[in-house]
């Protein structure tokens, strides 16, 4: 698949995680939900999957991340914005290490133990990795300052709530699976370019509608 | 050993890591006292003692306005003369603790619904239902 393919279909998954985590993300802390693990195990694992899936490159995810991340900055109301934007890149990185071994056409996955196990894997590290660099960063770049106590005493928390984010992700995974046999090279290019960018420029234009309206509030 | 081996026994013994973490988050949480008493610098206070003993600050953050004891005047009334001295440690009931400066104590309080809340600080120094404030 030829480079600029590749380049909008990052910029798309990203612009939708981005996206999700913005809205969605604020929505279910808000309604007082487990927040964090339903966005890493559905939307993290589930969106870095699909374009695993479906573009079968490695390096989009961290890609990814960097656009889901950029987006995030563009919303600066939710916590740490810094912190969170440098978690969700943290995401992405994590997730082409766990994957850098498999193989390009995933046929390793055909069997669903390890299609799950591959989810339960991804969705528990990504989390609880993610959480440790907000809660690493997220002092550090205030005027507390970062006290590696605080982070040892919280980590038994961090484990057993990443067991939710490992269950979801364990679904979320087969699941994505099911999109193999989509070949996104097919699509003609003037769809291709025209869905993805406009849908990427929604995702773009919703998030800083939110800040304005936040910001009028 | 190959992929189709290590792959479930990397993802079970990460499911038993959240499992026990869990059993263990359940049991110290169910071992901590339900009473109304937060421990400062070693010594117990009711909230009615807190609240009576501090002046009440009222601090207007991104998410709304929060009130509740001033935790500068919390920790001079309970007897630490030299607030600029320390650092305060603030654990909650599920194990979250932040450590805290005296610059940012002078604008936190402490809510009657436990809950600390800083004006100068990212709403990860949060620490809800609060059972120790720690003065090293």
Known sequence: MDKKRLLVGVVLFGSLWGLSEVVLGSYLRDSSLPAGAIMTGIFAVGLMMMTRVLYRQPGMQLGMGLVAGGLRLFNPFVGCFICSAIAIMAEGAFFELIWYRMSRDLNELHKPTMSISMGVISAYTLYVLGFIVTQVLTPLLSSAGFHFENLVMFLPQILSKGLFAALLGGITVPVTLLLKNVDVSHVADKIYYTASLSVSALCWVAVVLNTFLMLSA | ?136
């Open chain 2, 1 to 136: 050993m190959g992929k189709e081996r290590l792959i479930p026994l990397v993802a079970m013994v990460l499911l038993l890591v959240g499992s026990f973490s869990s059993l263990y988050v359940y049991t110290v949480e169910g071992n901590i006292s339900k009473a109304d008493a937060i421990s400062i610098n070693g010594h117990s206070y009711t909230m009615d003692q807190i609240f009576s003993l501090t002046k009440q600050r009222t601090i207007i953050t991104d998410d709304g306005n929060f009130s509740g004891a001033a935790l500068d005047d919390l920790i001079k009334n309970t007897g630490v003369s030299c607030g600029s001295c320390h650092t305060y440690t603030i654990i909650g009931s599920d194990g979250y603790s932040k450590t805290v400066k005296w610059e940012n104590m002078q604008h936190g309080v402490l809510t009657e619904g436990k809950k600390v809340v800083f004006l100068n600080l990212p709403k990860a120094f949060r620490v809800r239902n609060v059972i120790s404030i720690e003065v090293k």
